[in-house]
Structure formats: C-alpha cells, structure tokens
Nanobody
C-alpha cells in the first residue's frame, strides 16, 4: 500500500515559481510510476507530468513543457513538481498520483493511488 500526501500549493503571481511536494509512505514506493494531475474548476482532471520508477523517463503535457519539472527521490519517498513561469491558466488543484505502468499513467484509469490535492492559484 502507498499513501500520498501532497502539499505546497498557494497563491502566486503570474511569472512566479512554486514547488509542490508529495510525501509517500509504504515500502513499495519504488515500484510505482509517479505523476501529477490537475483539475481546474468545472474541468476534467488532466495529466500534467510523470516520471518512471528510476527517473529515466519523464513526460509532460504540452501545456507545461519547458516550464514544469518533475523529480523523485526514492530514498526519501518524495516526489516534486517544480513550476516556473506560472500562468493564470495553471490555476487548479494539483494531485500527486501513483500507478503501476508508465504506459498507462497519463490516463486516470492508470492511477492506483491519489493524493488529496493541493490548490495552486496564479494571479495576473
């Protein structure tokens, strides 16, 4: 079992930066592909980024490519999302996520565990 606690959200001005953190518990953390999703008000939850279990592979949604970076520290059981050049359209609740398959993690159906979400609000 893996439990995920995401944090780090808050209010930030456009162009600013923010780091989100996801703390995982459980002894099987290294076996999971990790990622981040986000959900804006009235919108479907969408894929943001993912990283494979050894951090060899990463993937990003086109909307965040070049601005966001995902990383993980298996020894510390932590996953991070570094967000730069934030835009108002990045405003959403961000969810840490864990799945078994890198090929399927971009879909919500491929997620086995979810964090409770942390709100990021980007002002103009």
């Amino acid at each position: 079992q893996v439990q995920l606690v995401d944090s780090g959200g808050g209010l930030v001005q456009a162009g600013g930066s923010l780091r989100l953190s996801c703390a995982a518990s459980g002894h099987t953390f290294s076996s999971y592909v990790m990622g981040w999703f986000r959900q804006a008000p009235g919108k479907e939850r969408e894929f943001v980024t993912a990283v494979s279990w050894r951090s060899v592979n990463t993937s990003y949604a086109d909307s965040v490519k070049g601005r966001f970076a995902i990383s993980r520290d298996n020894a510390k059981k932590m996953v991070y999302l570094d967000m730069n050049s934030l835009k108002p359209e990045d405003t959403a609740v961000y969810y840490c996520a864990a799945g078994r398959s890198y090929d399927r993690i971009a879909a919500t159906e491929g997620i086995e565990y979810w964090g409770k979400g942390t709100l990021v609000t980007v002002s103009s």
